[in-house]
């Protein structure tokens, strides 16, 4: 179940800094339900994301309610992005 969408990139400055894709809250449902059958602890989804030509694998992981992508430095410098940049991208998760 490939899911595609649209964010903003941010930094979250916590004590392990890192750059994030929030998930649009109509994304959030079909996230829930994934997460029932992939999930390893936590509500982490397991998944393959792939922005531009570049393709990854990480975890989505519950935030507030909703979910964020981690989005790794060799992607950002690969597909030259930066805070701020709208970002399209697919994930599947499993």
């Known amino acids: 179940m490939p899911l595609t969408f649209t964010a903003e ?3 979250w400055r916590g004590p392990a800094p890192h750059y994030f894709l929030r ?18 602890g936590w ?4 998944c393959e994301a792939v922005v531009g030509e570049t393709r990854f694998r990480t975890s989505i992981f519950p935030k507030d309610g909703g979910y964020l992508l981690p ?9 030259a992005l930066e805070e701020g940049q709208a970002v399209t991208v697919t994930v599947t998760p499993g």
Request: glycine fraction near 2%.
């Open 9 to 11: 990139l941010f930094h």
């Open 23 to 40: 998930v649009p809250a109509e994304l959030v449902t079909d996230l829930k339900d994934a997460a029932r059958f992939v999930t390893y």
């Open 43 to 46: 509500g982490m989804i397991p």
């Open 71 to 79: 989005v790794k430095v060799a992607v950002r410098r690969a597909e």
